[in-house]
């Protein structure tokens, strides 16, 4: 491997980085778990394994918001392929009841969601003023995380995701802005579960820019 290569390699490590970290710097922090929040862990795991994928599952027992989040960290902690755990609920005080459960399987780095589980989501937020979903996946281990032994940080393509999905969606920016129940995104890595509401900063300027320009236009 020549020099220039070794130059290109780390490039493209430390840009792969930097946008991300950018981003998850206004994030919350990890979320704290208690033992109570244990008791999703079985719902969960029974939920994902006695059901076939992209099908809509409902609990026996509703769980609290971070009963549901323990339970997804827990169930895919040591797998080596990403998961997506999708939790349908209700917003309730600072928390929520998430009472059905839906999930997808992808491969080492990414996951995918077809378009019935997308219009399934925003069907579900849209229905009722505090209707909230609650977006789960897990980062497996790589050389990146390994090293670093870092904090959830959402990739590029997370960001994007919540960019599109979250806040070029009218009705479900309306909902967040004013506390009504919405979509929450949450990632799983290293051992921790943290929830991302910051998008892309970069394509975001970019987009404003893009529609800037566009209305000098006209």
Known sequence: MNVRK???MFGNIIFSLLDPSVSSFFDSTPVCFKKQHENG??????AIEDNPINQLITLKKSLIRNAFL?????????????????GYGKKRG??????????????NNSVNVVPETKNRINQHVSQASRNEAIIFHNH????INILLDNIPLASSPDSDTLLRNKYLEPLILFKALFNKGSIRFYLGENGFAREYSTPNILKLLNLVGINHERNKRV
């Open 70 to 86: 323990c339970g997804c960290l827990d169930f895919t902690e040591d797998l080596t392929i990403e998961y997506l755990i999708i």
């Open 140 to 143: 497996p281990k790589n050389q």
């Open 6 to 8: 070794v130059s290109d």
């Open 41 to 46: 862990v079985k719902p969960v795991r029974k």
């Open 94 to 107: 600072c928390g929520t009841d998430v009472s059905q459960v839906e999930y997808a399987i992808g491969n």
